[in-house]
Nanobody, 121 residues
């Protein structure tokens, strides 16, 4: 049973930064592609970023490209999301997920409980 636990969310002013972490246990972390999704109130959960199991390949949604950076530490079985130049529209619950190298929610078999990010204007 794979378990994912996010941390690092909080309240930040527009233009600020946060670093989210997702600790993974119970599986073979180095064999999972890892992703971040987010869900704002009243909206569908949307793709943010994905990183391959080899750490070599990343892909971002257009809305965060150039501002967010996904990374992973296979030795610590942790994936990170660095959020820079935050905007109020980045306010959402952020979820990490393990699965395929994909942008589709259905391609990920394990999910964390989420961490809230709130950006004030």
């Amino acid at each position: 049973q794979v378990q994912l636990v996010e941390s690092g969310g909080g309240l930040v002013q527009a233009g600020g930064s946060l670093r989210l972490s997702c600790a993974v246990s119970g599986g073979t972390f180095s064999r999972y592609n890892m992703a971040w999704f987010r869900q704002a109130p009243g909206k569908e959960r949307e793709f943010v970023a994905v990183i391959s199991m080899s750490e070599i390949t990343t892909f971002y949604s257009d809305s965060v490209k150039g501002r967010f950076a996904i990374s992973r530490d296979n030795a610590k079985t942790t994936v990170y999301l660095q959020l820079n130049s935050l905007k109020p529209e980045d306010t959402a619950v952020y979820y990490c997920a393990a699965g395929s190298f994909s942008v589709r929610k259905a391609d990920f078999h394990s999910w964390g409980q989420g961490t809230q990010v709130t950006v004030s204007s």
